[in-house]
């Protein structure tokens, strides 16, 4: 949309049983602004000067065609607002909407992964033979937190203190320490990745930085960084077009690919990008923590060739206002499940010093460098769909992040 356009915005609030429809002008209201709501009551139609513009709601109103008021005040003004009441009997709520991206449910049994830029295969097809999706990020700490208050449970006060707790713990497999390692012929699934054992994959490089400094053996590589002489994680490359797929984990001895760089066959005909995944990994930390607040960090190791990494070292400071919410507007092409919320800017070392503050009540939630920058443009973006009156609050911006929302298929990949 260009300044020059009329715009419409609407956004769902199923809470108070209201659809909210924001109108923004090139020129003041008068006597040829018009907003409509159509006869089936899912779309208003806007008339302004010569420009028209249709809308589809994000729900039913229970209106039926209904030409808007535009009262006194709101003549010669650039923006219009109105409350619509919303027709309940028609609402259906998406039964996935904050479910992750690609659960092991979704996944077809079997089925093959490929590279999403040259659909090289990384994974062939019936090296899997199933999908299990891993369990929340603290599930170690909160099987410790069960065991060892068990009411029924008496605990031997005369060892020694923690040591033979601690053991005790990760004999059973879930100490602080533990990891769930990959297994040949299974795909571990979380909010952001797909993991496989090493021997399930093929065509992919191995690399502390780039891509051509990389080798399909990782066991040929120097495993230890220079500068610190300690173990790092590795990159993994596609060895077809270079495009980076994920990480190796040493801990857990797996290659974690991330969803949005890859393809999948699954029941859904959407296919997951950066914002679903973040969006699904913030929910996922508000329900964990009880924090609204995240700061969304590039992962170091990264290291990408041509372009440099100037200013990608910067982080994203996020605030949730409404986790769920749905909203239609004139600049995308349909309605669409969102997050709302509040977005920053911030120096990389101003988030380091916001982290390691005792007061720091944000969670810090790390994405590739270039992924972070894919959800600034697309927040950017999000915000230039708001009226201009809603996309600043004080120092923050208000942006949407797209959530998942499965989308049953009967095709494949």
Not at 31 to 60: F, I, W
Not at 273 to 295: F, M, N, Q, Y
Request: glycine share 6%.
């Amino acid at each position: 949309m260009t300044s020059g356009d009329c715009d419409l915005y609407a956004e769902l609030l199923a809470n108070i049983r209201q659809i909210s429809l924001a109108a923004s002008l090139p020129s003041p209201c008068d006597a040829s602004t018009q907003v409509a709501v159509l006869a089936d009551g899912k779309s208003v139609e806007l008339r302004h000067g010569s420009a028209s513009r249709l809308l589809t709601l994000p729900a039913k109103t229970s209106l039926g065609r209904t030409l808007l008021p535009i009262q006194d005040k709101q003549r010669g003004s650039t923006l219009l607002a109105w409350r619509l009441p919303l027709d309940t009997s028609s609402l259906s709520p998406s039964q996935h909407a904050d479910q992750m991206p690609w659960s092991a449910t979704d996944l077809d049994p079997e089925s093959g992964v490929a590279c999403r830029q040259c659909a090289a295969d990384v994974v062939h097809a019936g090296s899997i033979k199933a999908w299990k999706d891993l369990p929340s990020e603290n599930w170690a700490e909160m099987m410790e937190f069960w065991h060892c208050h068990k009411p029924d449970h008496h605990h031997g006060h005369d060892e020694e203190p923690g040591k033979a707790g601690e053991e005790s713990l990760a004999a059973r497999g879930y100490g602080a320490s533990s990891a769930i390692s990959a297994q040949a012929g299974v795909g571990f699934v979380d909010l952001t990745t797909l993991i496989f054992d090493e021997t399930d994959c093929q065509n992919v490089t191995f690399s502390l930085s780039t891509s051509d400094q990389g080798a399909a053996d990782r066991l040929s590589l120097a495993l230890t960084d220079s500068t610190t002489n300690q173990t790092r994680n590795l990159n993994v490359f596609c060895s077809s077009c270079h495009l980076q797929l994920g990480f190796f984990n040493f801990r857990t001895s797996a290659v974690r690919l991330l969803k949005w760089q890859v393809s999948c066959k699954s029941a859904s005909a959407a296919v997951p990008g950066i914002p679903e995944c973040l969006a699904a990994t913030l929910i996922s930390t508000i329900s964990r923590s009880a924090s609204s607040k995240s700061l969304i960090t590039p992962i170091t190791e990264t290291v990408q060739g041509g372009g440099g990494n100037a200013g990608l070292e910067d982080a994203i400071h996020i605030w949730v206002l409404n986790s769920s919410i749905v909203y239609s507007s004139s600049g995308t092409p349909q309605r669409a499940p969102a997050i709302k919320l509040l977005y920053r800017p911030l120096p990389g070392a101003e988030a380091d010093r916001m982290l390691e503050s005792v007061t720091c009540d944000s969670q810090e939630i790390s994405l590739p460098a270039q992924a972070l920058s894919e959800v600034t443009r697309h927040l950017e973006e999000s915000n230039a769909l708001l009226p201009p009156t809603e996309r600043i609050f004080k120092e923050w911006k208000v942006g949407l992040l797209t959530r998942w929302e499965r989308e049953v298929c009967t095709s494949g990949m």
